[in-house]
Every structure is written in structure tokens, then in C-alpha cells.
């Protein structure tokens, strides 16, 4: 859940990406991180297995400057994809503002996506969230590989699979090469920024709250 601080007119938001393990949610922080100017980020938290998978969460802290006065820190977070961690990313997504559901392009992943997305709508109806009402973004990663003999999905075959009802933004992406890493975050910034000021200050019918 944001945070508000009317005294130092700051909000805190918090964004999670989501998604099958391997499909490049850490990357996606990192790249970020490295491209980011220091005074713009915070120090990246982040716990990994001997085998490079995130073993309970990355955590990137950033500031986005000043939105109607207000100074805007968003925290970013991943969750491990595993399925055997599926408690550790039901705890991660509590509080969440905005989501980013990171899918793999690989072929051999389709179905990995697919249940993914499943268990991610699961866990927010287990916090009592619409998916279809929470800031979501969904981002098809590694698109790099389509110019390799690696077999990978068409973005038709991924609409079709994972945005056919949800019908929201999609972002083509190679977070290794950085290639729409900026336009993912931008986009659920943008509607998790909004999202939080109706929700928490304006209210939705535009009359500030008290």
C-alpha cells in the first residue's frame, strides 16, 4: 500500500515485477540500476541462490522527481519465480501498487507464462485485488533471441496467451540489452502514480480528499 506523507509531500509506491523464473524480472532492476544517475536511486538489495535466481526479492529504490508538488519514490521489487517459492511471492505482493508481469519469449516457456500470470491473479485475489483494476503492464522479454535459431514466440502467440482479456499496454523488450527496460517503467510509473493520488488524494470523482 502507498505511503503518503502530507508534512514532507512525498508519495511511496511500490512496484512489483512478476513473472516465470529465468524470464529477466532481476535484469530488468539492474539495468536500471547501472543506468541510473546515484542521486536518482537507491542502494539495490538483492539475494541470490548459487544458481543467479533470486532467492526472496531485489529491491531497487528510486526517485522519479516531483509530481502536483509532491515528491514521487517508487520501490521497485521482483519475486522469485520458482514455483517452490510461491509463499515468498504471495508475501512480496502484499502492499503492491503496480505491477509488471515480465514474460519469457522462449517457446519452451509458454506454458511457464501462462501459469504464472494464473497463480500472480490467484495470489491478488487472495488480497482481495481486481487484476484488472490494479496498474499492470505487461513486458515480452527477450526478443533479442529472434534474430537466433533459438525458437521463440511470436508477440501474436503472447497477446493471444496472456493479454487477450486483460487488454493492457505491452512492451517488447531485451532487458539484457536494456531494449524497453525505460519504456516498461515509465508506462506503470506513470499508472501507479495516478492510481495512488485517486485512490489516496484525489478520490475518484476529483475532489481532494481532507
Known amino acids: 500500500m502507498a505511503l503518503i506523507d502530507l508534512s514532507k509531500k512525498e508519495i511511496h509506491c511500490k512496484i512489483v515485477y512478476y513473472g516465470p523464473g529465468r524470464c529477466g524480472k532481476t535484469t530488468n532492476l539492474l539495468y ?47 519475486v522469485p519465480g520458482q514455483t517452490m517459492y510461491a509463499a515468498t511471492r504471495k508475501l512480496v505482493l502484499k502492499g503492491v501498487d503496480g505491477l509488471v508481469f515480465v514474460a519469457d519469449s522462449l517457446k519452451v516457456r509458454k506454458a511457464k507464462n501462462i501459469e504464472s500470470l494464473e497463480d500472480l491473479r490467484q495470489n491478488l485475489q487472495d488480497y482481495k485485488i481486481d487484476i484488472h483494476e490494479i496498474p499492470l503492464v505487461i513486458q515480452f522479454n527477450k526478443r533479442d533471441l529472434a534474430a537466433t535459431p533459438i525458437p521463440i514466440l511470436s508477440v ?40 495512488v493520488a485517486t485512490k489516496h488524494l484525489i478520490g475518484p470523482r476529483g475532489a481532494k480528499k481532507a
Open 156 to 195: 501474436e502467440e503472447m497477446e493471444q496467451d496472456l493479454n487477450s482479456e486483460l487488454k493492457t499496454a505491452t512492451f517488447e523488450a531485451s532487458a539484457v540489452k536494456g531494449a524497453g527496460v525505460f519504456e516498461t517503467l515509465k508506462e506503470i510509473s506513470k499508472r501507479t502514480v495516478r492510481y
Open 32 to 78: 536500471i540500476y547501472n543506468t541510473m544517475n546515484e542521486n536518482s536511486r537507491g542502494k539495490m538489495l538483492t539475494i541470490e541462490t548459487k544458481g543467479d535466481r533470486t532467492l526472496f526479492f531485489d529491491l531497487l529504490p528510486l526517485n522519479l522527481g516531483k509530481v502536483s508538488g509532491f515528491d514521487i519514490r517508487i520501490q521497485l521489487y521482483t
